[in-house]
């Protein structure tokens, strides 16, 4: 809901920039929020090619699924908006333009909370058009071995997440798991969740970077997950797990303001992205498309 109480679109006042290193790929970029009008939605923007080329947030843009979320139209990409976009979304934003000179959004604090905070000191601006609110209608799951998601309708958005720190818990004597089954609020959302870092498996970082994934992280960046238990600092002792639920929110925005329970155990984001386009099929069927 807008800040008038009335269920109105909103978008930022005003324009801000942040500059900062892309997880994967270790490069600097530059992003700069911008305001739009009603109706227009979110959408990107690659503003550091010869000629600037917009890709709107949809899940026919839905690209690349390598531990990230990609947005891909016509050739041109944006590469991990998963949080931008969970924040865009939490922070009660309709309509909004990321206008991105590079090609990765920067990581930031690995968590959401730069973005929440960025646009907390762009302000929020109510629109006169009515703000569109869509639902799950019936439930949609994938499933892949033992990873399950699945998106149940209810009267608000909640997530419900299991997230195995190693290996399966088919695995005897398995108990290293984090649980979190949270009821999403944008308050909740700036406090519980968008704090979370983004999870380092300390067995793979290496590899990771050996296949260029990662190279922009540093160790303050994420919560580390090693053989046992986490290493380093952790900003909640389930914070790989609240970090998942961010994801998962990131990519469920791309279908816009959905209310839904979403219940994930070990899922990740080529998941999301599957779910994602069950319930886009179910959204067009309501509208007739
Ligand atoms: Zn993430």
Redesign the pocket.
């Known amino acids: 809901m807008s800040k008038t109480g009335l269920n109105r679109q909103t978008t930022i006042s005003r324009s801000i920039s942040y500059e900062g290193l892309g997880l994967h790929t270790g490069k600097p970029s530059r992003v700069t929020l911008l305001p739009a009008p009603p109706d227009r939605g979110v959408s990107f923007e690659r503003y550091d090619l010869s000629e600037p080329r917009t890709i709107p947030v949809t899940p026919a843009n839905i690209g690349g699924s390598r531990r990230a979320t990609d947005l891909e139209c016509d050739g041109v990409a944006v590469r991990t908006v ?2 931008i976009m969970a924040a865009i979304s939490w922070s009660d934003i309709d309509n909004i333009v990321v206008r991105l000179e590079g090609e990765e959004l920067p990581l930031g604090d690995g968590s959401a909370l730069t973005y929440v905070r960025l646009l907390r000191e762009a302000g929020v601006t109510d629109l006169s058009a009515k703000r569109h609110e869509m639902r799950v209608t019936c439930p949609r799951w994938t499933t892949r071995g033992t990873s399950h998601l699945i998106a149940l309708p209810y009267e608000g958005t909640r997530v419900t997440f299991l997230f195995l720190r190693k290996g399966s818990h088919l695995e005897p004597e398995y108990s290293d798991s984090e649980y979190l089954d949270i009821e999403v609020t944008p308050e909740v959302f700036r406090e519980e969740i968008a704090p979370a870092r ?1 999870i380092g498996f300390q067995w793979e970082l290496e590899t990771i970077q050996e296949q260029g994934l990662a190279l922009g992280a540093t160790l303050d960046q994420a919560a580390i997950v090693g053989e046992n238990g986490y290493v380093g600092e952790t900003r909640f002792p389930n914070e790989a797990c609240r ?1 998942k639920a ?2 998962l929110l990131g990519d469920i925005a791309i279908l816009g303001r959905v209310l839904g329970h979403f219940i994930g155990i070990g899922s990740g984001h080529s998941m999301n992205h599957e779910l994602v386009q069950l319930i886009s099929r179910d959204l067009e069927v309501k509208r007739g498309v």
């Open positions: 998963e949080h983004t970090h961010l994801d």
